[in-house]
């Protein structure tokens, strides 16, 4: 087990370091201490070459503004807030509306953009980097301190975790997750849509037309929405569907199922990788990079639509009428504790 450290970019007089962690096969991640950002997961093959299965701009300073918000730490919360405004302990929140009517991925200046300090470690078995953030009180409108703490994780075994933890000295929200976008074929050799997904879920959560939660939670049976049985991502993505049209694609929520079984499979049959997700949160949004932006690539071009897939494990976002609020509420003095796990392996080899 390994880890390095480099200084890669200076945002606004502040050292950009990468934390670079490894096992001993060569598995790891590249993480930044400038919004907890992953720009690499390096992954084996089936021949044993070693990859990166996450979306990367080639220039790190597209890192700054990040528009797709590669690889980022989401927060305070996560996905869409309907109309930008919350009904918390009888007073009314209002946030800044940054995603059109509605607030999104915790306002204009969330922790996708925010320095974080950091510490290492390492055992014979897994090395960690851990960052940690202060979000003061009415940070993007959001009340109480917010004491943050994500620490990730490699391990011998080819995983790599995420563990977020969080308390905050009044009441307030907190949905915090990982906007890294997977392809599995590594280095964008191909889109995703002929890469397999499965997920764990029977229910959707549905969404209007400013892509805010309805309320409505509605079965995914015979949907385009259903991934029960293993199937290729663009099998049905462009089917004739209310809900698909809205999103332009796959960019919604669905509900897990209980218990800690596997959660999220994707696999990659050119490559042989498969990913194994586990998680303990109550829902997963999927984002079929349905509106690329204009950065250039590690490769060199632009992305484009369906090259990847953001997995985005959370609570449902906060839809019409405060819908599914209380799943964001953290209590004062409460311990926000989640964590998602991502494992690789290898189904076939030469």
């Not at 000295?169 to 397999?196: C, I, R, W």
């Not at 590690?298 to 609570?315: F, V």
Request: charged share 25%.
């Amino acid at each position: 087990m390994e880890i390095l450290n480099e200084v890669v970019a200076n945002f606004d007089s502040q050292e950009v370091i990468s934390y670079n962690l490894r096992n001993s096969k060569g598995f790891g991640i590249n993480v930044l201490n400038y919004g907890g950002i992953i720009t690499d997961v390096l992954v084996p093959d089936k021949n044993g070459i070693i990859e990166n299965v996450v979306m990367k701009y080639k220039d790190i300073n597209s890192y700054k503004e990040n528009p797709s918000y590669f690889g980022a730490l989401i927060g305070r919360t996560s996905g869409r807030i309907c109309n930008g405004k919350v009904e918390l302990n009888g007073k009314i929140l209002e946030f800044n509306k940054n995603y059109g009517v509605n607030q999104g991925h915790g306002g204009t200046i969330g922790f996708n953009k925010k320095f974080l300090s950091a510490t290492t470690d390492k055992t014979e078995n897994e090395v960690y980097v851990e960052f940690k953030y202060l979000s003061p009180a009415l940070e993007e409108g959001y009340p109480g301190n917010f004491n943050l703490t994500v620490r990730y994780t490699v391990t011998e075994n080819n995983e790599f975790k995420i563990s977020y933890k969080g308390i905050s000295d009044e009441t307030t929200l907190a949905n915090l997750t990982n906007h890294s976008y997977f392809n599995l074929s590594g280095n964008k050799k191909e889109s995703v849509l002929n890469q397999h997904l499965y997920i764990d879920s029977d229910f959707l959560v549905e969404i209007d037309e400013t892509q805010v939660p309805t309320g409505e939670i509605v079965s995914i049976e015979g949907t385009p929405f259903d991934f029960t049985i293993l199937k290729t991502i663009g099998r049905d993505i462009e089917e004739e569907d209310p809900q698909l049209k809205i999103g332009q694609g796959y960019d919604h929520p669905w509900i897990l199922n209980g218990g800690k079984q596997l959660k999220i499979k994707m696999y990659h049959k050119g490559s042989g990788r498969v990913m194994d997700v586990y998680t303990n949160e109550k829902a997963v949004v999927l984002y079929s990079l349905n509106y690329p932006d204009n950065e250039i690539l590690e490769c060199g071009k632009k992305a484009e639509r369906r090259d990847a897939l953001a997995i985005e494990t959370q609570s449902p976002p906060i839809g019409i009428n405060n819908a599914f609020l209380k799943y964001s509420i953290l209590n004062k003095g409460e311990e926000y504790n989640k964590e998602t796990v991502y494992k690789f392996s290898i189904r076939e080899k030469k």
